[in-house]
């Protein structure tokens, strides 16, 4: 079992810049490549970024490439994902995920979600 808590969430001007971190519980945490996906009001949950088991592959969504990194400290239990030059579009839930497979974009690979945080990104 991983349990999943996110933090970082926020209200930011377009341009603007947040780190989400996302704090894992267990001592398995480096056996699961992490992620984070997004869903705005109305919308489908959407992939946003993956990163392998020891953080040496990432896997980016085209809308985000470029502006958003991820990254984890297994040492930490913890995954980050630092978004920069935010857009209104950005806005949404945003949502830290677990998976023993790494690579994965459909939200239905993921086993372990957590809570959830707002970003809010104004015009």
């Known amino acids: 079992q991983v349990q999943l808590v996110e933090s970082g969430g926020g209200l930011v001007q377009a341009g603007g810049s947040l780190r989400l971190s996302c704090a894992a519980s267990?001592?398995?945490?480096?056996?699961?490549?992490m992620g984070w996906f997004r869903q705005a009001p109305g919308k489908e949950r959407e992939f946003v970024a993956a990163i392998s088991w020891s953080g040496g592959n990432t896997y980016y969504a085209d809308s985000v490439k470029g502006r958003f990194t991820i990254s984890r400290d297994n040492a930490k239990n913890t995954v980050y994902l630092q978004m920069n030059s935010l857009k209104p579009e950005d806005t949404a839930v945003y949502y830290c995920?677990?998976?023993?497979?790494?690579?994965?974009?459909?939200?239905?690979?993921?086993?372990?979600w957590g809570q959830g945080t707002q970003v809010t990104v104004s015009s």
């Open positions: 995920v677990a998976s023993l497979n790494f690579g994965q974009n459909s939200y239905y690979e993921y086993d372990y």
């Open positions: 267990g001592r398995t945490f480096s056996s699961y490549a």
